[in-house]
């Protein structure tokens, strides 16, 4: 056999091979379980709850969610659920909303907003949420 035709035999195994790979890896992507706020969102549509779209819009007020948001995404050490914790400020004042996977991820999110809102101006209503294993 010459060498054209075993490169080109292994190169169509290889091709092969990766197609095969893409429906594998989608079939285990769908059946893992995606994450779920919608008990959060339940919760939050009551009209004593503070949501995001109830924060002023107040340069300061602005200022705050957008730095407490970037420290937030930036730290890589936090989950996907902790990227997206509510930040709801409101006169200065801030509230934190939905689930983390630790009291460590609770904290941390807490203290990136007091550096900017200050001691005494945080309300962490950052619930854990334990991974479904």
Excluded: C, W
């Excluded at 190169?11 to 995606?34: C, E, R, V, Y």
């Amino acid at each position: 056999m010459s060498n054209k035709r075993i490169a080109s035999m292994l190169s169509g195994a290889l091709m092969a091979a990766s197609l095969s790979i893409g429906p594998l890896q989608a079939m285990q992507d769908s059946t893992a379980k995606p994450p779920d706020n919608t008990r959060m969102n339940k919760r939050d549509k009551s009209q004593s709850e503070r949501t995001a779209d109830q924060a002023k819009n107040n340069p300061s007020d602005r200022q705050i969610m957008a730095r407490i948001r970037r420290d937030v995404t930036k730290d890589k050490t936090l989950s996907t659920y902790a990227h997206n914790v509510k930040i709801i400020a409101e006169h200065g004042k801030v509230t934190l909303k939905g689930p983390v996977r630790s009291d460590d991820e609770k904290r941390t999110i807490e203290e990136y907003a007091r550096k900017y809102a200050g001691d005494g101006n945080v309300t962490n209503e950052l619930d854990i949420k334990a991974e479904n294993k």
